[in-house]
Nanobody, 121 residues
Framework: EVQLVESGGGLVQPGGSLRLSCAAS????????MSWFRQAPGKGLQWVSS????????SHADSLKGRFTTSRDNAKNTMYLQLNSLKIEDTAMYIC??????????????RGQGTQVTVSS
């Protein structure tokens, strides 16, 4: 069964950090590009970042560059999203997906259920 499971979300104060994880199973993770999306309350799915199969190439939404970093560990079948200098507007459900995406695109392959990040003082 193809499965993506996110973890690491939580409640954090503005300016804080979190590291999200996406554990993959049921497919050739090390041969697959992966992506992060987020969905804020009442809003549509927003592409956050993508990483190629080897982890050597990443792409991030322009508005998030410098604060968010995407990485992966193919030995652990896991992708990560490091969130730094968090802002209230970063509050959202963070969802990982199989495949390479870009700004404005929608998920067309398997995706996880998401992990909630809430930024609040």
């Amino acid at each position: 069964e193809v499965q993506l499971v996110e973890s690491g979300g939580g409640l954090v104060q503005p300016g804080g950090s979190l590291r999200l994880s996406c554990a993959a199973s049921g497919f050739a993770f090390s041969s697959s590009s992966m992506s992060w999306f987020r969905q804020a309350p009442g809003k549509g799915l927003q592409w956050v970042s993508s990483i190629d199969s080897g982890g050597g190439r990443t792409s991030h939404a322009d508005s998030l560059k410098g604060r968010f970093t995407t990485s992966r560990d193919n030995a652990k079948n896991t992708m990560y999203l490091q969130l730094n200098s968090l802002k209230i507007e970063d509050t959202a459900m963070y969802i990982c997906a199989k495949g390479w995406y870009w700004v404005g695109s929608q998920v067309t392959d398997v995706r996880g259920q998401g992990t909630q990040v809430t930024v609040s003082s």
